[in-house]
């Protein structure tokens, strides 16, 4: 640095402050480099150019002022008495236009490029391009900590009084500015208590910025330049209305502006209040000559803006004017002293998205400098740290800008954003008088897209009961397998003849249509005869699970007010007390077989009539019972056959649990197109090698699996080096899963394997959409995607207004079409409730069916899954009302309130976790007594794995539950702390050391239940794996069930070993290599080895 050469030193302005950290913590970001361009036509003098440059810069010292930081206690900036004009002159006469367009295309991104080094003598490069003899392009490049947009002008202002003063021969002196410094000197005598107090207040309850998380496109890349930058204007007629209806009712055009991105904000992100950074001025009405002053004085702060969908604009809009207004008087506030007194956490910005409105003085400026040229192009770039900026240019016709960080948009999120910003300007100038809600965001073509466009996927089929396309096929295929279990099979012929006999029968027992008869049966071919039979009959089955809780049981018999109970011999006492007709298939056989093998008329049975009533998750503690038609079924069988050629498959693999609706797909798959049946037996789903057996004996192509069981397959297939080349479809769904899976997934099937994603709902019969893709790799981190909607089912994401979102946007999952179930058997408030009129089809009492489900369109018309909007998970496949467990577990005496919420602290690891508070009458909560007392109410898979007892619940400030806020529960005291028993042997330690690391605790004691410590099925298989691999002992699955305790797991150890004595031995030598590192532990082995070989 030249100290002559140095006119003045101060201190950096809080905006400056900040822009230096931006511009030296992302150096190659562009951010705050300026640029602008004009296209010039006409009689130029280059030499009244130069010379009203090297005015200018020698008038306005904020030219001449470079940074510096280095070695200083604080950064400084230092104003030069003389710099070298920054002018360069380029002649590219002898090109011609195009390549001349080509070539400044290039250098404007050069010089964009190039950016600048804060420390040079001037932040300002002028480059004048001669094209043609009276064809130029002018560029003015600087950096935002010198200029702000308010300044540029000012600056402009004076070269074009300069220029023409010149031009004319003429001496002229610029008018003497305020200087930076009194600025600054300013600001540092303001009082910031009270600017405190009103920022305190402005952003209580603020945490986290408002998402931009809907818009974002990942895995992008910056190369070049990291901006993206496009805009659009106004027609002249919708501003002029715009500025009209604001002068009306005494608004600006900026609140109109800033209130319409407020709008898209809310719309985005589905919040009802947002906050966003906004410009201001900077320059204090207290500050003499503050408005000719040449700087930078802008200050960016954040704006929160509530809305009521309710309100209507224009008072609304009122209200965000004096919010603005009310801003003004703080505008001095340092934006880093701001965040540190909100509640968002250090690290974490307060907004992602600024508006910048751009009402300079520079019209003037521009026509006076015009009067001997003619300006053809004006074009500007100003990016700044933020992932979004929004530039408002106001004029004749308004125009807005948007810049993008590249890593984040892409060029088509960036246009979709603009179209609907307009489309949001236009409706608020052609209906001022609409609720914030009713104002359209979406353009025409867009909402033809999401609403028409990708639901057309009309297909015809025949109005038939389900079972009619079961006999079809018996015609076309009699002696070919219809169903396998174990060693039994049945051809189509015969299973259709023994579904007769028992249909036959049942009729006489009064069986017809609307009747539901409860099927209470274990996996055998006696499901599939059960299931035809009381369909031939006319009636409607219910599945009934033998293992679920008598008393679960007993409510779905009850309200289902089942007329007879189809069973097995052996079963009959394990399901409810049943005062009704009770069929069992094995004993009563004898009796059944008299009947007739014939088909049955289908007299009086139409397509409207019920199939089935199956029993999903209930919120207010009991389950409800899904009606689905028999058209429902026929739909869903022909939208799987033109998705999957069903046809072209040989043998289905049957694993879902009968009592859900996933059964009834793999069943009528596989019967309706000639294929086989292959029904699991259920412990194979937790053995994947006896799995995998099966699926090679029995030649299975197609199998539907839920994500755990399939990823349980993979892992098997890994290590045993198999795979699944022989499947041609492969379906996966019932719960979400994750890219990485997905790709996973893909080295282990056939080139001509089709991976599915399915998705569905009871309610919608069993699937909805599907998603396939055989060369894209997912993210490892993004779940897959449910893809598209079958045929005849159609697929809405709609607002709380029941207003379509746009793509990219989460919105709730609405569908309809010919899949939708009757409703709920007996609760006719929630089948209104769910079951809603479809005001998007023409079709006379079309519906939706609200699911509660969260997604959002990807550009590709595919679907996204998010997650619940309720109350409501999937877990391991099975579909979990929280609030049902919640309602059990509230009944238990010694519990005065509890929530229980889905956590996956971490990854792929989700389970139920419990909170309580204890009832203050009764002296302790036993933990254990809880989970027995829910364990005689709910299935297993609803159990929570763990609990956590709270004093109190948190609660928000509406006075809900905070489940945000609930702790993550200390794994080393969830249940069993006070019952804690150490292992007494090298046996029952390694045990505890296995079970402990697959269920992440720090400790087990050998008395404490497997399941009660969040253990399920799936997580069995892997202890059961680590047992057996541990201990060289071929240890069966089952044992663990029977055993779940460390104390008793270990008597089975030493009970199935091959040897006397070796378990115990094995054990020993564990013990003492623990801890051991690897060379000790390999040097210990080899010494044991050798002090055998010794003895012998």
């Given at each position: 640095?030249?100290t002559a050469?140095i006119?003045?030193?101060?201190?950096?302005?809080?905006i400056?402050q900040?822009?230096?950290?931006?511009?030296?913590?992302?150096?190659?970001?562009?951010?705050?480099?300026?640029?602008?361009?004009?296209?010039?036509?006409?009689?130029?003098?280059i030499?009244?150019?130069?010379?009203?440059?090297?005015?200018?810069v020698?008038?306005?010292?904020?030219?001449?002022?470079?940074?510096?930081?280095e070695?200083?206690?604080?950064?400084?900036?230092?104003?030069?008495?003389?710099?070298?004009?920054?002018?360069?002159?380029?002649?590219w006469?002898?090109?011609?236009?195009e390549?001349?367009?080509e070539k400044?295309?290039?250098?404007?991104?050069?010089?964009?490029?190039q950016?600048?080094?804060?420390?040079?003598?001037?932040?300002l490069?002028?480059?004048?391009?001669?094209?043609?003899d009276?064809?130029?392009h002018?560029?003015?490049?600087?950096?935002?900590?010198?200029?702000?947009?308010w300044?540029g002008?000012?600056?402009?202002?004076?070269?074009?009084?300069?220029?023409?003063?010149?031009?004319?021969?003429?001496?002229?002196?610029?008018?003497?500015?305020?200087?930076?410094?009194?600025?600054?000197?300013?600001?540092?005598?303001q009082?910031?208590?009270?600017?405190?107090?009103?920022?305190?207040?402005?952003?209580?309850?603020?945490?986290?910025p408002?998402?931009?998380?809907?818009?974002?496109?990942?895995?992008?890349?910056?190369?070049?330049?990291?901006?993206?930058?496009?805009g659009?204007?106004?027609?002249?007629?919708?501003?002029?209305?715009?500025?009209?209806?604001?002068?009306?009712?005494?608004?600006?055009?900026?609140?109109?502006?800033?209130?319409?991105w407020?709008?898209?904000?809310s719309?985005?992100?589905?919040?009802?209040?947002?906050?966003?950074g906004?410009?201001v001025?900077?320059?204090?009405?207290?500050?003499?000559?503050?408005?000719?002053m040449?700087?930078?004085?802008?200050?960016?702060?954040?704006?929160?803006?509530?809305?009521d969908?309710?309100?209507?604009?224009?008072?609304?809009?009122?209200?965000?004017?004096?919010?603005?207004?009310?801003l003004r008087?703080y505008?001095?506030t340092?934006?880093?002293?701001?965040q540190?007194?909100s509640?968002?956490?250090r690290?974490?910005?307060l907004?992602?998205?600024?508006v910048?409105?751009?009402?300079?003085?520079?019209d003037?400026?521009?026509?006076?400098?015009?009067?001997?040229?003619e300006?053809?192009?004006?074009?500007?770039?100003?990016?700044?740290?933020?992932?979004l900026?929004?530039?408002?240019?106001?004029?004749?016709?308004?125009?807005?800008?948007?810049?993008g960080?590249?890593?984040?948009?892409?060029?088509?999120?960036?246009?979709r954003?603009?179209?609907?910003?307009?489309?949001?300007?236009?409706?608020?100038?052609?209906?001022p008088?609409?609720?914030?809600?009713?104002?359209?965001?979406?353009?025409?073509s867009?909402?033809?897209?999401?609403?028409v466009?990708?639901?057309?996927?009309?297909?015809?089929?025949?109005?038939?009961?389900?079972?009619?396309?079961?006999?079809?096929?018996?015609?076309k295929?009699p002696?070919?397998?219809?169903?396998?279990?174990a060693?039994?099979?049945?051809?189509?012929?015969?299973?259709?003849?023994?579904?007769?006999?028992?249909?036959?029968y049942?009729?006489?027992?009064?069986v017809?249509a609307?009747?539901?008869?409860?099927?209470?049966?274990?996996?055998?071919?006696?499901?599939?005869?059960?299931?035809?039979?009381?369909?031939?009959?006319?009636?409607?089955?219910?599945?009934?699970?033998?293992?679920?809780?008598?008393?679960?049981l007993?409510?779905?018999?009850?309200?289902?007010?089942?007329q007879?109970?189809?069973?097995?011999k052996?079963?009959?006492?394990?399901?409810?007390?049943?005062?009704?007709?009770?069929?069992?298939?094995?004993?009563?056989?004898?009796?059944?077989?008299?009947?007739?093998?014939?088909?049955?008329?289908?007299?009086?049975l139409?397509?409207?009539?019920?199939?089935?009533?199956?029993?999903?998750?209930g919120?207010?503690?009991?389950?409800?019972?899904v009606?689905v038609?028999?058209n429902?079924?026929?739909?869903?069988?022909?939208?799987?056959e033109?998705?999957?050629?069903?046809?072209?498959l040989?043998?289905?693999?049957?694993?879902?649990?009968?009592?859900?609706?996933?059964?009834?797909?793999?069943?009528?798959?596989?019967?309706?197109?000639?294929?086989?049946?292959?029904?699991?037996?259920?412990d194979f789903?937790?053995?994947?090698?006896?799995?995998?057996?099966?699926?090679?004996?029995?030649?299975?192509?197609?199998a539907?699996?839920?994500?755990?069981?399939?990823?349980n397959?993979?892992?098997?297939l890994?290590?045993?080096?198999?795979?699944?080349?022989?499947?041609?479809l492969?379906?996966?769904?019932?719960?979400?899963?994750y890219?990485?899976?997905?790709?996973?997934?893909?080295?282990?099937?056939?080139?001509?394997?089709?991976?599915?994603?399915?998705?569905g709902?009871?309610e919608?019969?069993?699937?909805?959409?599907?998603?396939?893709?055989?060369?894209?790799?997912?993210s490892?981190?993004?779940?897959v995607?449910?893809?598209?909607?079958?045929?005849?089912?159609q697929?809405?994401?709609l607002?709380?207004?029941?207003?379509?979102v746009?793509?990219?946007?989460c919105?709730?999952?609405?569908?309809g079409g010919?899949?939708?179930?009757?409703?709920?058997?007996?609760?006719?408030?929630?089948?209104?409730?769910?079951?809603?009129?479809?005001?998007?089809s023409?079709q006379p009492g079309?519906?939706?069916?609200?699911?509660?489900?969260?997604?959002?369109?990807?550009?590709?018309?595919?679907?996204?899954?998010?997650?619940?909007?309720?109350?409501?998970?999937?877990?391991?496949?099975?579909?979990?009302?929280?609030?049902?467990?919640?309602?059990?577990?509230?009944q238990?005496?010694?519990v005065?309130?509890?929530v229980?919420?889905?956590?996956?602290d971490?990854?792929?690891n989700?389970?139920?976790?419990?909170?309580?508070?204890q009832?203050?009458?009764?002296?302790?909560?036993?933990?254990?007594?809880?989970?027995?007392?829910?364990k005689?109410?709910?299935p297993?898979?609803?159990i929570?794995?763990?609990f956590v007892?709270?004093?109190?619940?948190?609660?928000?400030?509406n006075?809900?539950?905070?489940?945000?806020?609930?702790?993550?529960?200390?794994?080393?005291?969830?249940?069993?702390?006070?019952?804690?028993?150490?292992?007494r042997?090298?046996?029952?330690?390694?045990?505890?050391?296995?079970?402990?690391n697959?269920?992440?605790?720090e400790?087990v004691g050998?008395?404490?239940?497997?399941?009660?410590?969040?253990?399920?099925?799936?997580?069995?298989?892997?202890?059961?794996?680590?047992?057996?691999e541990?201990?060289k002992?071929?240890?069966?699955?089952?044992?663990?069930?029977?055993?779940?305790?460390?104390?008793?797991?270990s008597?089975?150890?030493?009970?199935?070993?091959?040897?006397?004595?070796?378990?115990?031995?094995?054990?020993?030598?564990?013990k003492q290599?623990?801890?051991?590192?690897?060379?000790?532990?390999?040097?210990?082995l080899?010494?044991r080895k050798a002090?055998?070989?010794?003895r012998?």
């Open positions: 640095m030249n050469n006119e003045n030193i101060y201190e950096l302005s809080p400056q900040g822009i230096l950290f931006h511009s030296l913590y992302e150096s190659e970001s562009g951010a705050y480099f300026v640029q602008l361009s004009y296209g010039l036509r006409g009689m130029l003098n030499t009244a150019f130069e010379r009203a440059w090297e005015r200018v020698a008038h306005h010292s904020p030219l001449r002022t470079s940074f510096h930081w070695g200083l206690d604080k950064p400084l900036q230092v104003v030069n008495k003389k710099v070298q004009l920054p002018l360069k002159q380029l002649d006469r002898g090109i011609n236009s390549e001349q367009q400044f295309q290039a250098f404007l991104l050069s010089d964009r490029l950016g600048f080094n804060l420390s040079d003598e001037s932040l490069r002028l480059t004048l391009i001669r094209l043609g009276h064809h130029y002018f560029v003015w490049s600087s950096h935002h900590i010198i200029l702000d947009g300044s002008a000012l600056v402009f202002k004076d070269f074009a009084l300069l220029y023409e003063a010149f031009c004319r021969g003429e001496e002229i002196s610029l008018q003497s500015n305020g200087r930076l410094s009194d600025y600054i000197a300013w600001l540092q005598q009082d910031l208590s009270q600017a405190e107090a009103f920022w305190r207040q402005t952003l209580q309850g603020v945490t986290a408002t998402s931009l998380t809907n818009l974002e496109v990942h895995s992008l890349s910056a190369q070049g330049e990291k901006h993206i930058e496009q659009f204007k106004l027609s002249p007629a919708t501003t002029t209305a715009l500025k009209a209806w604001a002068k009306q009712h005494q608004l600006t055009l900026n609140t109109i502006v800033q209130g319409a407020a709008l898209l904000l719309r985005y992100s589905g919040e009802n209040e947002v906050v966003y906004v410009t001025s900077g320059r204090p009405v207290d500050l003499p000559a503050a408005e000719s040449v700087g930078i004085f802008i200050n960016t702060l954040p704006l929160r803006v509530k809305l969908a309710e309100m209507l604009l224009l008072p609304w809009l009122r209200q965000l004017q004096r919010q603005l207004l009310e008087q505008e001095y340092p934006l880093v002293e701001i540190g007194w509640e968002i956490p690290g974490l910005p907004f992602e998205s600024i910048v409105f751009e009402n300079y003085p520079v003037q400026a521009l026509s006076d400098w015009r009067k001997n040229l300006i053809e192009t004006i074009s500007a770039v100003d990016y700044t740290s933020y992932p900026t929004i530039s408002v240019i106001p004029g004749s016709e308004l125009e807005i800008r948007i810049a960080d590249r890593t984040r948009f892409d060029t088509v999120t960036i246009t954003i603009l179209s609907h910003f307009q489309t949001l300007l236009e409706g608020m100038a052609a209906n008088e609409q609720c914030l809600h009713e104002l359209p965001i979406l353009t025409a867009e909402k033809h897209q999401l609403l466009e990708w639901n057309q996927n009309q297909l015809d089929f025949p109005q038939q009961c389900i079972h009619q396309l079961f006999e079809a096929q018996v015609e295929t002696d070919a397998v219809a169903v396998v279990f060693q039994q099979s049945l051809t189509y012929q015969q299973l259709n003849q023994r579904a007769n006999q028992l249909a036959h049942l009729q006489k027992l009064g017809g609307e009747v539901l008869v409860g099927i209470g049966v274990e996996r055998s071919l006696d499901i599939a005869i059960a299931v035809l039979g009381v369909l031939k009959a006319g009636g409607a089955y219910v599945p009934l699970d033998p293992d679920q809780p008598a008393q679960r007993t409510y779905m018999v009850q309200d289902a007010d089942c007879i109970l189809i069973t097995q052996h079963l009959v006492d394990a399901l409810p007390a049943y005062q009704g007709q009770v069929v069992c298939l094995d004993a009563d056989w004898a009796l059944i077989s008299q009947e007739s093998e014939l088909n049955l008329p289908n007299n009086t139409t397509p409207e009539n019920l199939a089935y009533l199956i029993y999903t998750s919120s207010t503690g009991q389950a409800k019972g009606m038609q028999h429902s079924l026929v739909n869903a069988y022909y939208g799987w033109q998705a999957y050629q069903l046809r072209s040989n043998s289905h693999l049957q694993m879902a649990n009968f009592s859900f609706d996933v059964f009834a797909g793999d069943f009528i798959r596989a019967l309706c197109s000639g294929a086989k049946l292959v029904i699991c037996p259920r789903l937790l053995e994947p090698e006896k799995l995998y057996a099966l699926m090679r004996q029995q030649k299975v192509d197609c539907e699996f839920v994500p755990v069981v399939l990823n397959l993979i892992q098997y890994e290590k045993s080096q198999q795979n699944l080349d022989f499947m041609q492969l379906i996966c769904g019932s719960d979400s899963w890219g990485a899976e997905y790709n996973k997934i893909q080295s282990f099937i056939g080139k001509k394997t089709r991976l599915i994603n399915s998705f709902l009871t919608t019969t069993i699937d909805s959409s599907y998603y396939e893709s055989s060369s894209q790799e997912l490892t981190e993004q779940l995607p449910i893809g598209r909607p079958f045929a005849n089912s697929i809405y994401i607002d709380s207004y029941l207003q379509p746009p793509i990219g946007v919105g709730e999952l609405y569908i010919a899949g939708l179930a009757r409703g709920y058997h007996n609760r006719p408030e929630l089948t209104a409730e769910k079951f809603i009129p479809n005001k998007f023409n079309a519906r939706l069916y609200k699911t509660g489900d969260l997604a959002r369109y990807l550009p590709d018309g595919n679907i996204a899954f998010v997650g619940r909007a309720d109350n409501q998970v999937k877990i391991r496949g099975f579909r979990i009302e929280l609030g049902e467990i919640e309602a059990v577990l509230s238990h005496p010694a005065a309130k509890a229980v919420i889905a956590r996956e971490e990854p792929k989700k389970r139920l976790v419990g909170y309580v508070v009832n203050p009458s009764f002296p302790s909560l036993d933990i254990t007594q809880i989970c027995d007392f829910l005689q109410k709910l297993q898979y609803m929570p794995s763990a007892i709270l004093p109190q619940l948190p609660l928000l400030p006075g809900k539950v905070d489940r945000r806020t609930l702790p993550k529960p200390d794994t080393n005291i969830i249940t069993f702390q006070d019952s804690f028993v150490p292992p042997n090298a046996i029952e330690e390694v045990l505890a050391g296995i079970w402990a697959i269920l992440r605790f400790r050998i008395h404490d239940n497997f399941f009660d410590l969040g253990g399920h099925s799936l997580l069995a298989t892997q202890v059961i794996s680590r047992i057996r541990t201990f002992l071929d240890l069966p699955l089952r044992c663990l069930f029977e055993s779940p305790t460390v104390a008793e797991l008597q089975k150890l030493i009970a199935y070993e091959a040897k006397p004595g070796m378990t115990a031995k094995i054990a020993q030598i564990l290599l623990e801890g051991m590192s690897n060379e000790e532990a390999k040097q210990a080899e010494n002090a055998k070989q010794v012998v």
